[in-house]
């Protein structure tokens, strides 16, 4: 896709654009380094798989009771102060995590190439 991979929320609306995918490489686009050192706060059930057009994290959940689902966390919401659970963070409350979709396979499924305007 030239123009970027779209992707919306759950219910339709336009959410965002892939802008990069971490992988294996050993920069700052690593899966290790960004674990190690991520840019915003997170917990250890989240794994960050990519980021959006604004720097906003993309991430898997890792744990038994979520495994694979993605999730978009909102850096503007992030709690930087207090330690935080992965529970809290998903809570209609705070809304730090959002749900994207079930599954990576659902995630990409749904990505798509914002048509040119005419």
Sequence with gaps: MRGGADFNWPHGDWAGSV???????????????????PQWPTVDELLWIMS???GNP??????????GEIWFMDHEMA????PWTLAQAMSDQWGYVL????????????????????
């Design 19 to 37: 802008q990069e995918v971490l992988g294996l490489r050993s920069d700052e686009c690593s899966l290790v380094q960004t674990r190690q050192t």
């Design 52 to 54: 959006d057009h604004g």
């Design 58 to 67: 993309i991430c898997m959940t890792i744990d038994k009771a979520h495994f």
């Design 79 to 82: 709690e930087y102060e207090k």
């Design 99 to 118: 749900p994207l979709a079930p599954t990576f396979s659902d995630f990409i499924a749904g990505l798509y190439e914002e048509a040119a305007a005419a």
